[in-house]
């Protein structure tokens, strides 16, 4: 049913952090941890069980699979995985999407930049995927992280264009680029689209420092104004064809306000788990949103992992789609209950 109103999108997600272990040392992430340090973690299956089946009851559609960036490439890491069973953090991910599909949850796995044959072995499991370019300027954050090279980056979303992968991407928003930079990053994103019109949403993400991050100046990391923001969103509705959402972060800038310059989805919110990236922001009621966003002349509407225009065209994972015809509604929508 419509009701004429601008409409506002968002996902009901369950956050699953695979493992904290990572190749990259991104200097804004408090999420990253050392192989050896006491907080590294390695989800088992049978933790992650538990977290599919409370999203299910909860009506969350979308399990966010969220990694390090090639944690294998610490031996200790590696030893790890194969005394679990499995080759590589992949071929896990691969299990763990199947196991996701059972339950009755869509996979997204947001895992860094993974190469071509790595995106062959999840893309039919994923109903879509995601990899934020962050930015194509070479950025001192980024030191020591083979992963966030912008040409490993854009290779990526290259390759997900070719395989014809719905992709979520975006760029960081304070991490010591330019004005300029941004629009490079948003320019770079919407040629990719008009290539293979795989990108569904761009996420404009501030940077949110986390505790030990006071040097960030060193790195030049510095969390936008609420101005800097507002014009950031404005470049990417004017630079991103139309039918690309534009994607804040709810829990990390009001979002009400940055509807009127092109903001038309809030992400995935979760009901059940926190946002374990930036654990110091609470997501907000989802009835909240929908009020506030109800009494501003906003419909706040749920959709799958997978937008609505890729759901009708069929255009995500094979294997995902006997779910995501059971979530759908004609409209390509979270079918009400
Ligand atoms: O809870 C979060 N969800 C994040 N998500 C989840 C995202 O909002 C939803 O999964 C997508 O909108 C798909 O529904 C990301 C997904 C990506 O593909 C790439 C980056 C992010 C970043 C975050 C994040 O920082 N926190
Ligand atoms: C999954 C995504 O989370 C984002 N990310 C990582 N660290 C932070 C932070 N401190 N603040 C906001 N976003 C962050 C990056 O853009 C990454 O790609
Ligand atoms: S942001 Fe991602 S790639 Fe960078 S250190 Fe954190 S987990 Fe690794």
């Known amino acids: 049913m419509s009701t004429g109103m601008p409409i506002i999108t968002f996902s009901k997600n369950v956050f699953i952090p695979v493992t904290n272990v990572c190749r990259n040392q991104c200097a804004y992430c408090g999420f990253w941890r050392?192989?050896?340090?006491?907080?590294?973690?390695?989800?088992?299956?049978?933790?992650i069980l538990p977290i599919f089946q409370n999203g299910v009851l909860n009506g969350c559609t979308e399990a966010l699979f969220t990694f390090g960036e090639y944690p294998e490439t610490h031996p200790f890491f590696q030893k790890q995985l194969n005394a679990m069973g499995f080759e590589?953090?992949?071929?896990?991910?691969?299990?763990?999407?199947?196991?996701?599909i059972d339950c009755g949850i869509l996979p997204h796995t947001n895992g860094g930049a993974l190469t071509r044959k790595d995106l062959e072995?999840?893309?039919?499991?994923?109903a879509s995927m995601g990899l934020m370019l962050e930015t194509t300027a070479d950025v001192p954050a980024h030191k020591n992280c083979p992963g966030k090279d912008p040409k490993v980056r854009l290779d990526m979303i290259n390759n997900a264009g070719i395989l014809g992968i719905p992709m979520t991407t975006g760029i960081l928003v304070g991490i010591g680029e330019t004005k300029a930079d941004r629009v490079d990053s948003l320019e770079q994103i919407a040629k990719f689209h008009h290539k293979y019109g795989h990108i569904q949403e761009v996420i404009v993400q501030n940077y949110s420092p986390k505790p030990g991050q006071n040097d960030g100046n060193r790195f030049g990391l510095c969390p936008p104004s609420k101005e800097e923001m507002v014009e950031t969103i404005c470049a990417a509705r004017k630079i991103l064809p139309a039918d690309v959402a534009v994607q804040v972060a709810p829990n990390l800038i009001a979002p009400l306000d940055l509807i009127k310059y092109g903001v038309s989805d809030l992400g995935g919110i979760s009901p059940v788990?926190?946002?374990?990236i930036n654990p110091e922001a609470p997501w907000p009621k989802i009835e909240m949103l929908q009020t506030l966003l109800n009494e501003n002349g906003y419909e706040f509407r749920e959709r799958l992992p997978v937008y609505p225009h890729f759901v009708l065209k069929e255009k995500y994972g094979i294997r995902t789609k006997p779910l995501i015809l059971k979530l759908v509604d004609e409209n390509g929508y979270r079918k009400g209950d």
């Open 34 to 47: 050392a192989p050896d340090h006491p907080g590294a973690s390695l989800l088992t299956e049978e933790e």
């Open 88 to 100: 590589s953090i992949v071929d896990y991910v691969a299990h763990l999407s199947e196991l996701a």
């Open 121 to 126: 072995k999840l893309a039919p499991l994923n």
């Open 273 to 276: 788990t926190k946002d374990y």
